[in-house]
């Protein structure tokens, strides 16, 4: 019995070696955390930034596609607007040669014109408004 009663006290004696070991260590680490912390801080800061950044690039990069998309569709209308114009013009060319300037039509067309820089510019409002 002599013997296990050594046995035991040696393993009570490593036991309380590591105990005290195994708390410096965990105080170490503690400590270690502590100080990585502000590095932490620092890191998730950066990272929160450039995440930041990447939306604000985004957005600045959709709202350029959407004034581009304005700006195209505003070119659109107005080529739009330029070919009825011109269709317009056709059309008022074809009704001022085929209008008799002496009948009533065409003499209500004379004082209608008198308002217009050219009798071209009158018949394209005529036609437009009818």
Known sequence: ?????????????????????????KSATAKSLIAQSPKSASFIDNLLAEVKADFAEEDTAIELKKQQELEQERVRQEQIKA????????????????????????????????????????????????
């Not at 070919?83 to 074809?94: G, S, Y």
Request: glycine share 2%.
């Open 1 to 25: 019995m002599d013997s296990i009663d050594k046995l035991l006290a040696e393993l009570q004696t490593e036991y309380q070696e590591i105990k005290p070991q195994q708390q410096q260590s």
């Open 83 to 130: 070919k009825q114009l011109e269709v317009l013009k056709v059309q008022a060319k074809e009704w001022l040669a085929k209008v008799d300037p002496l009948s009533s039509e065409g003499l209500w067309f004379e004082r209608f014109a008198e308002s217009y820089s050219s009798k071209l510019e009158a018949a394209i409002e005529y036609l437009r408004n009818n």
